[in-house]
């Protein structure tokens, strides 16, 4: 049984970097040939996938939000982080980590490819 959690700071003020961690259990991040995403969804709104890294090490971003986000892992604690920009209120939300991919034609934004999912932490940017 895979489990993902993520983990970070719940409030980040705005200019800052918002640093979070999604820890994997039962199931490697390396493991052919899934995906690990990030998706947010801010209060009141629908979900955001922002990118994704893959099990080879392969990066994917979202357009709207490439300039501002960096994804990268960490095979030997089995984890891997989202770091976001230069921040606004407007980033404040549920952001959630998760699993998707593993058959052909499965790409990391395809939401019905999401079989694992963190249960999300909410961020929020305040000054």
């Known amino acids: 049984q895979v489990q993902l959690q993520e983990s970070g700071p719940g409030l980040v003020k705005p200019s800052q970097t918002l640093s979070l961690t999604c820890t994997v259990s039962g199931g490697s991040i390396t493991t052919n040939y899934y995906y690990w995403s990030w998706i947010r969804q801010p209060p009141g709104k629908g979900l955001e996938w922002m990118g994704a890294?893959?099990?080879?090490?392969?990066?994917y971003y979202s357009p709207s939000l490439e300039s501002r986000t960096s994804i990268s892992r960490d095979t030997s604690k089995n984890q891997f982080t989202l770091q976001l920009s230069s921040v606004t209120p407007e980033d404040t939300a549920v952001y959630y980590c998760?699993?998707?991919?593993?058959?052909?034609?499965?790409?990391?934004?395809?939401?019905?490819?999401?079989?694992?999912w963190g249960k999300g932490t909410l961020v929020t940017v305040s000054s």
């Open positions: 998760a699993r998707a991919g593993g058959s052909n034609g499965v790409r990391p934004q395809d939401y019905y490819g999401m079989d694992y």
């Open positions: 890294v893959a099990y080879s090490g392969s990066t």
